[in-house]
């Protein structure tokens, strides 16, 4: 079955760098688009960035553009989650997503646990 494992949050300081992970299982990664999204703590779900199948395209959220950067390597079927210049307002519940085609990563049908990123000083 699918299986998305997200890991590497934590605590950060303002101004400070962190990098999740999300180890996906279950399906053929290489086929598929994926995305992260967030939510913190009494805010609805934000989409923070997305990325094509093969890593030829990505986008992100006016929020964390400039600071964060989507990638993924098919070979280990991970996908990663850079954040620099971290925020306060960046403290939210971290989620891996998987889309529905290999392109399209604003959709999403299947999500994991989440990890906690928590920026703070």
């Known amino acids: 079955q699918v299986q998305l494992v997200e890991s590497g949050g934590g605590l950060a300081q303002p101004g400070g760098s962190l990098s999740i992970s999300c180890a996906a299982s279950g399906f053929t990664f290489s086929n598929f688009a994926m995305s992260w999204a967030r939510q913190a703590p009494g805010k609805g779900l934000e989409w923070v960035a997305g990325i094509d199948n093969v890593g030829s395209d990505a986008g992100y959220a006016n929020s964390v553009k400039g600071r964060f950067t989507i990638s993924r390597d098919n070979a280990k079927n991970t996908l990663y989650l850079h954040m620099n210049s971290l925020k306060p307002e960046d403290t939210a519940l971290y989620y891996c997503?998987?889309?529905?085609?290999?392109?399209?990563?604003?959709?999403?049908?299947?999500w994991g646990q989440g990890t906690q990123v928590t920026v703070s000083s």
């Open positions: 997503r998987k889309a529905m085609t290999t392109t399209n990563y604003h959709e999403y049908h299947f």
